[in-house]
């Protein structure tokens, strides 16, 4: 019997990772001379100084704590574009809808995009709507994709990066880290995937706990603005640990996180030792993590602080020659390596 895709392939992890290379990049990846292509695996490609991203978005239940189908769809292409330094322009939203999804609940969440390009000043300016028999896909699912723009503010950042050491990117990407850079974390992690499993499991801890869906491009404008920002990447499906693991991997440089300086709610705790799960290891839909030149770090986070979507934000580590991969000091004060999840442990949340 020939192998079946499983769901773990596409949540994020290691095994997307490999189903990814092995059965995509082989046909697509190849003689890209785009500066960003496809095979650098960012979050966002660079063609002729456009950012262009895009994404599928299949979550159940359709409407949660915090947010809907409609707020992630078009968070996330505004992350993933803005994450390489862009000025996110305009998105497109294309429509699957299985036979018998009720218009009331269509309804809200075409409002909540709406509602969300406004927060993020990107409008939606082309789509497409197909609908599909019933059982061919689950109730919805809405592909969104993005383009962004280079902006003077990328050029001054980059300028200030550029006082302090060598940077020959134009963008900011994953592989840009170099030793004694510093990582910061805009904020409380795992919020978005507790929330959504919690009430999807009916275990009751949505009532303290709402998804972080947010769109942050006016944060990384403002981290642009203070200059020395060297690469940007969303902390989505497989939270926290692939993000860092993804930064470490492509920068090929060590890491070494704080687990004391990772913001992590006190409900986001209880929450994942009852169930057994660790939350580095979850989705958000409203955070960055930042590598900054050391000499600006603080002021970056300064500025981030004051903003409304970065008031847990923390320098939680380092770039270092002195590890391999992703090293975590832990509270109790051992060290171990933080690995890169499988998959995301909490399926169907984006
Ligand atoms: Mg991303």
Redesign the pocket.
């Known amino acids: 019997m020939s192998d079946k895709i499983k769901l773990a392939q596409g949540a994020g992890g290691a095994l997307m990772d490999e189903l990814i290379k092995e059965k995509i990049l082989k046909y697509f990846g190849k003689d890209q001379k785009n500066e960003v292509p496809l095979s650098m695996l960012d979050?966002a490609a660079v063609v002729d100084d456009i950012v262009f991203s895009t994404d599928s978005h299949t979550v159940q239940p359709l409407i949660f704590p915090g947010g809907d189908l409609g707020s992630i769809s078009v968070c996330g292409t505004v992350?993933?574009v803005s994450?390489l330094g862009a000025k996110p322009l305009a998105l497109s939203a294309g429509f699957i809808i299985e036979e018998g999804l009720s218009v009331e609940t269509f309804e809200h969440i075409v409002k909540s995009m709406s509602k969300y390009a406004k927060i993020a000043g990107v409008p939606i300016v082309t789509g497409d709507t197909k609908v599909v028999e019933k059982g061919a896909i689950q109730e919805f699912m809405i592909n969104t994709s993005g383009i962004g723009k280079r902006t003077q503010l990328l050029e001054d950042n980059i300028s200030v990066v550029k006082e302090y050491r060598s940077f020959k990117n134009r963008w900011l990407l994953d592989s840009n880290l170099v030793k004694g850079d510093k990582i910061i974390l805009s904020g409380n992690i795992s919020e978005h995937g507790i929330a959504l499993l919690s009430f999807r499991e009916g275990y009751g801890f949505e009532t303290a706990i709402k998804s972080d869906v947010a769109p942050i491009n006016s944060l990384m404008e403002r981290s642009l603005g203070i200059g020395g920002v060297v690469s940007a990447?969303?902390p989505?499906r497989g939270g926290l640990a692939n993000t860092v693991n993804e930064l470490s991997e492509k920068s090929k440089i060590g890491l070494i996180i704080e687990e004391e300086e990772i913001p992590i709610p006190v409900g986001v705790r209880s929450a994942c030792d009852m169930l057994g799960i660790d939350a580095l290891e979850i989705g958000n839909e409203g955070k960055v993590v930042l590598g900054v030149v050391e000499e600006k770090a603080e002021e970056v986070l300064k500025i981030l602080r004051k903003h409304p979507l970065g008031k847990n934000a923390a320098i939680i580590g380092e770039a270092t020659s002195s590890v391999k991969g992703v090293v975590l000091d832990t509270t109790i004060g051992g060290k171990r390596i933080l690995h890169k999840p499988l998959g995301d442990p909490v399926p169907r949340i984006c």
Do not use: E, L, P
């Open positions: 979050d992350n993933d994450v990447k969303d989505t």
